[in-house]
């Protein structure tokens, strides 16, 4: 099963009830839940529906493991600008909790915290990068049914926009008279595969109860037990008049507010919840930080009978009164007749058979760029590996080795001068004191790689001298260590070109058994996905044979990192519309593909825009299962590859993680020279987890 997030589409939705529901469903699935919510309440108290979702299903996680920031932690880095860096922070802490689970319900946030009308598509993109289904809960309160129609439309737009995976939308408070009008208005408005459920109104949910006032406002409690607390609140009374006059104003379940010294008022206040000819009190609240008399408490001390909670706050009246008007509802842990209506509410108006089935067959395949970044590192982690970087006293190449240092995504090998390494680690104030610094100059090692490469190049002509000079560049040290194992992979290109980067490992390391060809793919990470690009670095001008090798590996690489493959066989026409040497090219090379992986869901010649976009795909080749869902693109040569791939880089603003060598026994991974640091961490962790795999591929 899928984690899912359900987020209101604004304040006071009725989210908790909907929270409430899928937790008491899913508790029964048998699955080990989570509970998470991305931003923690100040200070150190769970709030409501935390606490009640902790006790009620005794979820064994201490609190702030369930919390991604606090609120002021996140206000501060979206108003600095910083709004990725927030997202990785919740992403980071959601999925330390989801490992230790086998599901994990989200509640988005309140709406109290933020700015209110960028809230909801924070929690759109929250769950597109959690990997979670997303449940839309809709106002329906005091709407009429074409208000809570376009309230849901605006929602869908907003999440269709961002790309993201809806399991349901929930439109709840809806007065009674009107549900079927809003359940035939939302089935009009969308397809069957989109399911809405329409909630009426439940009057008392929408009501706080003495204690959750007690609760909001840190009142005292003078008097009253839990069933006290646990009275509905339905309506306030100030209490400034004479007990005569007041007494006319009393109305069932009403919260008397009065200063603590106008025993009058006390006194009137429960001899009127005792006679049977005046409304239900459900609670007094004495303002100005003031007590009762003495012979008041002496007096409410001797009551038989005492249901009337009495609370105490410090405020002044008029504070206390505008305290009071910005209580929500809400559900305590304490509150068995609340969440038992809510519970009630929810499995009436849902057909829990059905979203049982729904939940268990749904599954997002979107691989988001955060989702894919910190699964490159978590990998890369599971299994450290010592990776050369013969670019050892580049600036870049330093801050990332920091950056991978701490996150202990694996053992780093720097190649240059060490005093020169060491002073340049000064100057930009990083700690590498647990990286290993080599200098090829001066390595006892350098002999033992300079005969192992005259072997291999003596039928070219090298001689021994020449292997030994040869070996005192960093590229071909480090494509040795790689090869003889002193290191299990090597990433270069932040100065050097790619030929010098590639060229040794061509020489030295080669080609795996059955693969004929070294080609590349580049990691397109854009807003709202990650596309696999295949081959912008190294082919100039592929064959149909090289071009079906080329998509059968990148197809193989994308699987090995989360990415599903659908395959695009890139050209000027799609299906049947083109002819010419080019496309026929393409169409022959994906008539082998079929062949030799009927398991592949390949299509082409297809358009780029029939490929990636849903409409156009749909439109030029209708009953494709790649056409605008495609995530392995195989361009039809280097030309075309590397200027797409530089085009989408920088006009959408899209991080480009690559090029990413396919083939090699070994692997050795070139990056560009106006790579960023977050590139070469990123590429550092995908060598290391492509070496894992060959531990694996070598294993007996």
Do not use: W
């Amino acid at each position: 099963m899928q984690s899912i997030y359900i987020a209101g589409t604004g304040a006071g939705s009725g989210k908790s009830v909907v929270v409430l529901g899928f937790m008491e469903l899913l508790s029964a699935v048998g699955r080990k839940l989570g509970f998470f919510r991305p931003l923690a309440p100040e200070g150190t108290e769970l709030d409501n529906l935390t606490a009640l979702i902790r006790k009620r299903y005794a979820l064994p996680f201490a609190p702030e493991d369930l919390y991604g920031c606090t609120v002021e932690m996140a206000r501060q880095l979206i108003g600095s600008g910083h709004y990725e860096d927030l997202l990785k922070r919740i992403l980071d802490r959601f999925k330390v909790l989801e490992e230790r689970c086998d599901l994990v319900v989200c509640a988005g946030t309140d709406y109290n915290g933020l700015v209110p009308a960028l809230e909801f598509g924070f929690n759109v993109d929250l769950a597109n990068n959690l990997g979670c289904s997303l449940v839309a809960v809709v106002k329906g309160f005091k709407r009429t049914p074409q208000e809570a129609r376009d309230a849901l439309h605006i929602a869908h737009e907003l999440m269709r926009s961002r790309g993201a995976d809806f399991l349901a939308s929930v439109v709840n408070g809806v007065k009674t008279q009107d549900l079927e009008a809003v359940r035939a208005l939302v089935t009009d408005l969308f397809s069957e595969s989109e399911t809405v459920y329409v909630l009426p109104e439940q009057p008392e949910l929408a009501m706080p109860t003495v204690g959750e006032i007690r609760q909001a406002l840190g009142a005292s409690c003078l008097y009253g037990e839990q069933d006290a607390l646990d009275q509905l609140v339905t309506n306030y009374k100030i209490a400034a008049m004479e007990v005569p006059d007041f007494l006319r104003y009393i109305e069932d379940g009403c919260l008397i507010i009065t200063p603590g010294d106008r025993s009058d008022i006390i006194l009137a206040s429960l001899a009127a919840d005792v006679s049977v000819n005046f409304p239900r009190v459900a609670g007094l609240l004495l303002t100005g930080g003031l007590e009762p008399a003495p012979a008041v408490r002496a007096l409410i001390d001797g009551l038989r009978r005492r249901k009337v909670a009495i609370l105490q706050v410090q405020t002044d009246t008029f504070t206390t009164a505008m305290n009071l008007s910005r209580i929500e509802a809400s559900l305590l842990p304490g509150d068995a007749r609340k969440i038992a209506a809510a519970l009630g509410l929810f499995e009436a108006h849902v057909d829990l058979d059905e979203l049982r089935s729904r939940i268990a067959v749904h599954h997002s395949e979107r691989v988001t760029p955060l989702m894919f970044e910190y699964e490159l590192i978590r990998r890369a982690k599971s299994c450290r590996k010592r990776i050369v970087l013969p670019e050892g006293d580049e600036e870049r190449i330093l801050r990332a080795a920091e950056i991978l240092s701490l996150r202990q995504a694996a053992e780093l090998i720097l190649l240059g001068n060490p005093d020169r390494i060491r002073r340049r680690i000064g100057e930009l104030g990083l700690r590498l004191d647990q990286v290993q610094i080599i200098d090829p100059m001066t390595s006892p090692e350098r002999e033992r790689y300079a005969q192992i490469y005259y072997e291999k190049r003596k039928h070219k002509g090298i001689s021994e001298q020449m292997a030994y000079d040869v070996v005192q560049d960093v590229s071909y040290f480090g494509t040795l260590m790689v090869y003889c194992g002193d290191a299990d992979g090597m990433v270069s290109g932040a100065v050097h070109t790619t030929q010098h980067t590639i060229r040794p490992a061509f020489e030295i390391i080669k080609t795996k058994p059955g693969i004929k060809l070294v080609s590349s793919v580049f990691f397109m990470c854009l807003p709202d996905r990650v596309l696999v690009y295949g081959d912008c670095a190294v082919n100039p001008n592929p064959t149909a044979e090289e071009l079906a090798d080329i998509a059968i590996t990148s197809a193989e690489t994308a699987a090995a990192f989360g990415i599903e493959p659908r395959i695009a066989m890139l050209s000027y026409s799609s299906g049947d519309s083109g002819k010419g040497e080019d496309v026929d090219r393409v169409r022959e090379a994906t008539r082998l593909v079929h062949e030799r992986r009927p398991d592949l869901k390949v299509d082409g010649p297809i358009q780029y825009d029939a490929a990636v976009d849903v409409e156009v795909g749909q439109l030029k080749l209708p009953g494709s299962q790649v056409a605008g869902h495609a995530t392995v693109l195989i361009f039809p040569d280097l030309n075309t590859g590397n200027n797409t791939y530089k085009a989408v880089q920088r006009s959408a603003g899209a991080v480009a993680i690559g090029p990413i060598l396919q083939g090699l026994n070994k692997p050795v991974n070139d990056l560009s020279r106006g790579c960023t640091v977050t590139d070469i961490v990123n590429t550092v962790a995908i060598t290391a987890i492509q070496s894992q795999f060959s531990d694996c591929e070598s294993a007996p």
